[in-house]
């Protein structure tokens, strides 16, 4: 079993407001990732870093932005949300090292409805 | 541009049935093949993974199918089960250094 934990798991705040999506894992891996998903539906990689003070944006261009201070935690931040910004948002991270990857493990997701 | 292209979107299969779950890619520098399980309210887990090496790999019911030639690799799920009942995404990637690239990802019922 993956250890990587996300909180809050649901989150229903107002438009405007600034919230934190935290992230963490206990694995020691270097590579983390957020991911946007509507449910059932594909997987956007909206951010990743490959370690600490490392941060790259995906392919899904989105208004939030990440930090990474240290290896086990990779919070994501939105300044001010927006309806639009309603949907899942995942974090996974994976080793990687040797040319050899793993695989990600995810986290269970955050849920997040801006009313 | 899709890189990897994932069929069907949607899949219904009689318990005890083979699942198949296709998928394409284009980049042939993709050197690991990875698929994940998703329930619903869940993060994606993952299922069971390939490198172009090897033609097959099986674990338990599951079993990628490797085709570098045609660029294309599948998923069978023998035996089916309604625990099964998930969505599956297969990626790809480089290595280390690349990030991981999902297809849209299938839908399956397995109905009892």
């Known amino acids: 079993e993956a250890d990587i934990y996300q909180t809050p798991r649901y989150l229903v705040i107002g438009t405007g407001k600034k919230i934190t999506l935290e992230c963490s894992q206990t694995m020691g891996h270097d590579k983390m990732y957020w991911y946007q998903q509507d449910p059932g539906m594909e997987l956007h990689l909206i951010h990743y870093?490959?370690?600490?003070?490392?941060?790259e944006k995906g392919d899904l261009s989105s208004e939030s932005t990440v930090s990474r201070i240290r290896t086990e935690h990779f919070p994501l931040t939105l300044e001010s949300a927006r309806p639009s910004h309603t949907s899942q948002y995942l974090c996974a991270s994976s080793e990687f090292g040797r040319g050899v990857e793993v695989g990600a493990f995810f986290g269970q997701g955050t849920r997040l409805t801006v009313v | 541009q899709q890189q990897v292209k994932q069929s069907p979107q949607s899949l219904i299969v009689q318990k005890g049935g083979i699942s198949i779950i296709n998928c394409a890619y284009e980049n042939t520098a993709f050197d690991y093949f990875p698929w994940y399980q998703q329930f619903p309210g869940k993060g994606p887990a993952l299922l069971i993974a390939?490198?172009?090496?090897?033609s097959e790999k099986k674990e338990g019911r599951f079993t990628i199918s490797f085709n570098k030639s045609a660029k294309q690799f599948s998923l069978h799920i023998m035996d089916s089960q309604p625990g099964d009942s998930a969505t599956y995404f297969c990626?790809?990637?480089?290595?280390?250094?690349?990030?991981?690239?999902f297809g849209k990802g299938t839908m399956l019922l397995v109905s009892p």
């Open positions: 990626a790809a990637s480089m290595g280390g250094y690349s990030t991981l690239t």
């Open positions: 870093s490959y370690g600490v003070n490392s941060t």
């Open positions: 390939i490198r172009p090496d090897v």
